[in-house]
């Protein structure tokens, strides 16, 4: 297993397009998040899943956000009618149960919105 | 609401140590994460404190005091490769993190 994956690496977009973005975790890790890290910040959480189950989104996913995880595998993340403020690494990191021991991220999506 | 702050910048020399300091708003949190990001790469995980007190993990060791509201990140034996961004971030229930907004170590010869 060579950790959490993310795909794609790198993504531009023209503004009002939607996107979507693909997040393999380590495969015996139950849980899986999303984060939003721009230029010069931590990171931010966006949202979480417990296996297939979205158990928590921040109030920084707006309704043009959506997260899936259909089988408790890989994540999708797509983001309708981009705005140029949606221009970001995304990031996803996954774990098993809730120890910060051993939570892994990925290299992350860049999405820049022209 | 929940905030973490941390200096922006450090800059040491090669061999010595550093100590980046984070401070912190927060309530009900399971315990405080330090992690180490290079420009462009994934954040890594350096060390974790669940209760007060001193862990050591190598060059590099980790303190919480949660009644000072206060944690820090002590660097020893810095090398050239230890310039990165250090975050602080504490967990919540679910695993949810909060982070700080980042120190950047610059390491110098």
């Known amino acids: 297993d060579t950790g959490v994956s993310q795909d794609p690496r790198h993504k531009i977009t023209k503004r009002g397009q939607n996107v979507t973005f693909r997040c393999d975790p380590i495969s015996e890790h139950n849980r899986l998040y999303w984060y939003r890290q721009t230029l010069g910040q931590g990171p931010e959480f966006l949202t979480y899943?417990?296996?297939?189950?979205?158990?928590?989104k921040s109030r920084l996913l707006s309704d043009r956000f959506s997260a899936e995880r259909p089988k408790g595998s890989f994540s999708t993340l797509e983001i309708q009618r981009t705005e140029q403020g949606d221009s970001a690494m995304y990031l996803c990191a996954s774990s098993l149960g809730e120890g910060a021991v051993g939570y892994t991220f990925g290299s992350g999506t860049r999405l820049t919105v022209v | 609401g929940q905030s973490l702050e941390q200096p922006s910048e450090v800059t040491a020399v090669e061999g010595a140590i550093v100590q980046i300091n984070c401070t912190y708003q927060?309530?009900?949190?399971?315990?405080l994460s330090w992690y180490q990001q290079h420009d462009g790469g994934a954040p890594t995980f350096l060390s974790y404190n669940a209760l007060d007190g001193l862990e050591e993990t190598g060059r590099f060791s980790s303190f919480l005091s949660r009644s000072d509201s206060y944690g820090y990140l002590l660097l020893q034996e810095l090398q050239m490769k230890d310039s990165a961004s250090y975050f602080c971030?504490?967990?919540?229930?679910?695993?949810?993190?909060?982070f700080g907004q980042g120190t950047e170590l610059s390491v110098k010869p």
């Open positions: 899943f417990q296996n297939e189950a979205q158990l928590e």
């Open positions: 971030a504490v967990s919540y229930q679910g695993g949810k993190l909060i």
């Open positions: 927060t309530s009900g949190f399971y315990g």
